[in-house]
């Protein structure tokens, strides 16, 4: 029979190679996109996997000027800024008071919140579109970021709720009769202390606002309002696709996302294992 040791050590290898294998199938996307955005779109259909002939730098440059990518890279900066620091102080007053502040409307309340998580974009497309346009706020910026922020309350008020319960009653308590109101509890106590949460929510909520498309695209018609996928969608077409020019646009619109998980990948990783042990 096979000692513990050669057990373990056949185990870490296979954990190992899973790891690589797992790697290498989320890195090769990114490589085979970035790859083919310094191809002409003729060499493209050539020649689809392997390494360019002649280096088109000149896709970038191009792909910036005819998608207008300052004016929509910026827009898409101005949604997910917006729309993060909307979602995330929401998602915290909302939980601290669902968790810490029990009253009879407190479960209905919560019951209505989690509801959301089951509501899909594709499920409400159309009566949103006809509310918003109700209410004057089409072609607007608040009529974009006000359906970002609803979408992304539901999972935050969920993960903020639950993190925040966790929390033991005595602090607060404490708080209480040293004289500090709920307000003050809240930033000074809650805030700092739900830190774990708040960078996980923080990651999800880049992430897919970064990367929306669905909502952008019916809830705006102006081109200085939308946002960089849209931009991206010019460069394909019914009948042809400028395949260069459109990984190029893909690859500036993957950057920043790439840039802000190498930045931050140590908070990520503390704020997500840490998040996840305490809930």
């Known amino acids: 029979m096979r000692n513990k040791s050669e057990i373990g050590l056949v185990t870490r290898i296979l ?9 290498a199938l989320t890195i090769y996307p990114i490589y085979w996109v970035i790859i083919n955005s ?28 005819l998608g207008n990518f300052t004016v929509l890279f910026g827009n898409s900066l101005f949604y997910t800024a917006v729309a993060t620091a909307g979602i995330i102080f929401g998602s915290l007053s909302a939980g601290f008071a669902f968790a810490k502040l029990p009253s009879r409307a407190t479960k209905y309340l919560y019951g209505i919140f989690i509801i959301g998580l089951l509501l899909t974009i594709q499920s409400i497309m159309v009566p949103l579109f ?6 004057g706020l089409y072609n607007t910026r608040l009529g974009v970021l006000i359906p970002y922020i609803g979408f992304g309350l539901p999972l935050g008020v969920y993960l903020c709720t639950e993190y925040i319960r966790s929390i033991p009653n005595s602090v607060i308590e404490s708080a209480r009769i040293d004289g500090a109101n709920y307000l003050t509890i809240f930033a000074r106590i809650i805030a700092p202390m739900a830190k774990p949460v708040v960078a996980t929510l923080t990651i999800l909520t880049i992430h897919s606002v970064w990367n929306e498309f669905m909502l952008i695209n019916i809830l705006v ?3 200085a309002l939308k946002s960089l996928p849209v931009g991206i969608l010019m460069f394909s077409g019914a009948l042809s696709t400028d395949y260069g020019k459109q990984f190029a646009g893909i690859v500036i619109g993957l950057v920043p996302m790439i840039l802000f998980y190498l930045a931050f990948r140590k908070q990520i990783t503390q704020g997500v294992a840490a998040g996840a042990i305490k809930g």
């Open 38 to 65: 310094f191809k002409t779109t003729q060499a493209f259909q050539l020649d689809r996997l392997g390494l360019p002939r002649n280096w088109v730098i000149v896709n970038y440059v191009t792909a910036w000027r």
């Open 221 to 223: 018609s102006r081109p």
């Open 130 to 135: 006809i509310m918003i346009n109700a209410i």
């Open 15 to 23: 954990l190992y190679a899973l790891l690589i294998v797992f790697a």
